[in-house]
């Protein structure tokens, strides 16, 4: 069976009048106040920074559990009037979605497990070489209540190459959406003389067992790239902004760059000439600029060449 979406999705929240409405827009509200809540015991220190791009895939599920932690930890803002003492968010890490907020079963007067909503969490390490989140996401629109969420959070250590996870706004959005999205722009937005169906997962519910099959599966995928969710678009607006968040005081996008020039081993000479190339990115100097820009560029080649000096002491 194949998807036949003619016309772009649309968003379909739940319901106002749903009994759990409320706390899924305090949810809301509680993820992105994330970043002034979370806090890390995990300190990363004698890292080279020709090392600094292997930080997502060892650190990437750890930040995720940290999260989970905070938004039990926020519960006065999701739960103001404790209406919901006995759920909690738990972590779930081999299934669909990977954080449930849940009735726990163990605790007094909870009969049965009783499922609020379900959050697929999924970290992005800001200074990663790809630029963009690498996730896949390949979960049926069934598999999906309309309470669901998709949540991506970008995050940094708080010195670039060493002390502890910071973390900033995150991407949030419908996860059912998402996934008609991503079917959607598979078979009529994306370029290419390729077969677009897609094969849609049957029989399926929100919440589904471990051994259930929930993905979408493309007829013909080359590339292995079905599922690449900000390859979508759907990022597109949001990415731009969070590549400008500051580290150091430097936007993000520029460490990134410049960590790329050590990205493979190179000469001296290639080195340097690459610096400069970025030295001119940064300050535009073939273009006009006032005297508040200026300072601000100058901060950050000055971080570039500090960062560079403690490289090769």
Not at 170 to 186: F, G, I, M, Q, S
């Amino acid at each position: 069976m194949t998807t036949l979406f003619e016309s772009e999705p649309e968003r379909n929240p739940p319901d106002e009048n749903w009994f759990g409405y409320e706390v899924y827009r305090r949810v809301r509200e509680a993820l992105f106040a994330l970043p002034t809540y979370f806090r890390s015991d995990t300190s990363i220190e004698g890292m080279l920074a020709t090392d600094i791009f292997t930080l997502n895939a060892a650190f990437g599920a750890t930040i995720e559990d940290q999260v989970v932690s905070t938004l039990n930890r926020m519960r006065e803002v999701w739960d103001p009037d404790e209406k919901y003492t006995f759920y909690r968010f738990v972590r779930q890490p081999q299934t669909f979605p990977d954080v449930l907020l849940k009735r726990d079963a163990s605790e007094a007067g909870a009969l049965n497990e009783e499922i609020l909503l379900g959050i697929e969490l999924k970290s992005w390490y800001l200074l990663a070489k790809e630029g963009e989140p690498s996730f896949r996401f390949q979960v049926t629109p069934d598999a999906c209540a309309n309470q669901d969420l998709i949540v991506v959070i970008p995050w940094a250590l708080n010195n670039v190459i060493s002390g502890f996870p910071k973390i900033f706004a995150p991407y949030v959005e419908l996860a059912k959406y998402a996934a008609e999205y991503r079917n959607y722009h598979w078979q009529y937005i994306r370029q290419t003389r390729s077969r677009t169906e897609i094969v849609i997962a049957e029989s399926i519910s929100p919440y589904p067992q471990k051994s259930d099959k929930i993905t979408d599966k493309p007829v013909y995928d080359g590339g292995n790239n079905f599922g690449r969710f900000a390859r979508t678009g759907i990022m597109d607006s949001y990415l731009e902004i969070a590549k400008k968040e500051s580290l150091c005081g430097i936007a993000a996008e520029h460490w990134l760059n410049f960590f790329k020039i050590f990205q493979e081993q190179r000469d001296e000479e290639y080195i340097n000439a690459e610096l400069n190339r970025l030295r001119t990115l940064v300050t535009g100097s073939d273009r006009e600029i006032d005297q508040q820009i200026t300072d601000a560029l100058e901060k950050i080649v000055s971080g570039i060449d500090d960062l560079l000096y403690q490289m090769q002491r």
